[in-house]
């Protein structure tokens, strides 16, 4: 699985290498995460301390293949555990600096004060299933006090506890509290009972980004534009409040009635003012400074715009394997080739954000997002206009009622069962979310 040739006496005598050594590390963490879960063994360990030169399992199909374990890989196995820092930590983040400055489609970066509304989880008629995760699922339902609809995540607190994901959800919810813009989805109250918490969040109800790429392939190169435009808009308002999102994939892309995009599952995303040491993400979108442990910023975020640019205009991401051991050696190892179809410009833009080096990567020098803005892929784009939604988007989903979930997967009922509440200190441990 590596490129350098070496003899059998150097095979039998020199350790792992130090980028081996991180991977095999970070891979542990997932495979780890991935059994608390309760989820199917991934096997990349064994994958990871192949002997070299014995054969593995052949590349990923392409985007789009009904592959049960790609799907698997792709969307479940996700790691939250922290690493001790590095003393080899670079100080050179790729942050913005102090001489940016903000023009056309981001009128505002601060923080906004929404009003609480108190709801229960009484007041609503619930309804078919939108999405699952790993900690609970995401319904339609219907407020009747309002008959309005909207999107409830519901998540169970014993999970929460038993997969250590309080303060990624206490952070999820401090963050949405603040956040209004366009392209991020709105979070219109949080509540809880004995058994969940639950977070009321406004209907995106054309569905994901990512049935779109399931269902075409690839898009046009004005439509990848606009949704990639869009992108840009959300990630130069969160930035602008030093939050990094890292959660970036077409799953959690959602298009609304109009055809503009919404940002939803902000689980990994943390305000960073110079680096963190958090390994999240979903492989083919993670950035090697992520792989490597060194510490990373802001920076990963416009490395995963290039990649959501290349597999929206070429299909397919531009580093998959079978494996996600396979999905970081290649992206290590910075090799990548864009499809001739591609649009000249968009294949530009490509090879300056997907750049190893984060110092050298579109976005992260000192204009931030102005400096993607004025790429000449976006030459055309009124960033303003934009902003206000009123470009007219390329793709418009056909809805035939406020309850319409057409563009959505369907999905099995939970399996009923007997649930029990947790214990009095474990519920003291929720009553921080009432303060938010």
Known sequence: MFAPTRTAADAAAAAPDESRRRLIALLETMDA???????????ILAA???PKGLPHTPARASHGATNATNESHRREVQSCATTA???????????FGTGWKRYGGCPRTEPVRKEKYNYALSQFEIFETLGTGTFGRVRLVRCMEEDSYYALKMVKKEYILK???????CNEVRLLRILQHPFIVDLRAHFQDELRLYLLMELVIGGELYALLRNSGKLSNDRAKFYAAEVVLAFQYLHGMYIAYRGLKPENILIDANGNIKLCDFGFAKVVEERTFTNCGTPEYTA????NGLGHGRSVDWWGLGILIFEMTAGHPPFFDESPFGVYEKILSGKFQVPPHVDDKASSILKKLIVKD??????CRDRGADELKAHSWFAKVNWDALYYEQVKAPYVPEIGAPNDTRHFDRYPDSEPGIEEP???KGQ?????????
């Not at 997969?163 to 959800?169: A, G, N, S, V």
């Not at 090697?288 to 792989?291: A, R």
């Not at 984060?358 to 976005?363: A, E, I, S, V």
């Open 48 to 50: 990871a301390t192949l």
């Open 33 to 43: 995460c991935a059994r608390r879960r309760g989820a199917r063994p991934s096997q």
């Open 163 to 169: 997969m250590d994901q309080l303060d990624h959800m």
């Open 288 to 291: 090697p400074e992520v792989i």
């Open 85 to 95: 820092p590095s003393p080899q930590t670079s100080s050179s983040m790729g942050l």
């Open 428 to 436: 003291e441990k929720f009553h921080q979310f009432d303060t938010f």
């Open 358 to 363: 984060r110092t050298k990567r579109l976005g």
């Open 422 to 424: 947790l214990d009095g």
